[in-house]
């Protein structure tokens, strides 16, 4: 069973960085894309970043040049960089893998970031 964890979530104030990691139990190079969503309380869950198995990234409006989506291939993880953080950033963020042949999508746990004014 495919598994991917995630790391680095915390509470950290208004203007502050922080980094999230999400690490596949499998090879991370089969993925088609990976991407960090995140849900708010009482919101639906949202599309945060996308990085693509051949490197290229999408971000959300509301966290372009804030957000950087980066794969490690050393490390095997795909890392979420956070910085100028708002409070309305506050939310789980889960990892997300997909993959063809076959076709699956996979979840993470989640992570919890807090973001205090």
């Known amino acids: 069973q495919v598994q991917l964890v995630e790391s680095g979530g915390g509470l950290v104030q208004a203007g502050g960085s922080l980094r999230l990691s999400c690490a596949p139990s499998?090879?991370?190079?089969?993925?088609?894309?990976m991407s960090w969503y995140r849900q708010a309380p009482g919101k639906q869950r949202e599309l945060v970043a996308t990085?693509?198995?051949?490197?290229?990234?999408n971000y959300a409006d509301s966290v372009k040049d804030r957000f950087t989506i980066s794969r490690d291939n050393g490390k095997k993880t795909v890392d979420l960089q956070m910085n100028s953080l708002k409070p309305e950033d506050t939310a789980v963020y889960y990892c997300?893998?997909?993959?063809?042949?076959?076709?699956?999508?996979?979840w993470g746990q989640g992570t919890q970031v807090t973001v205090s004014s």
């Open positions: 499998i090879n991370i190079f089969i993925f088609n894309a």
């Open positions: 990085i693509t198995g051949g490197g290229s990234t």
């Open positions: 997300n893998a997909v993959r063809t042949r076959p076709n699956a999508s996979y």
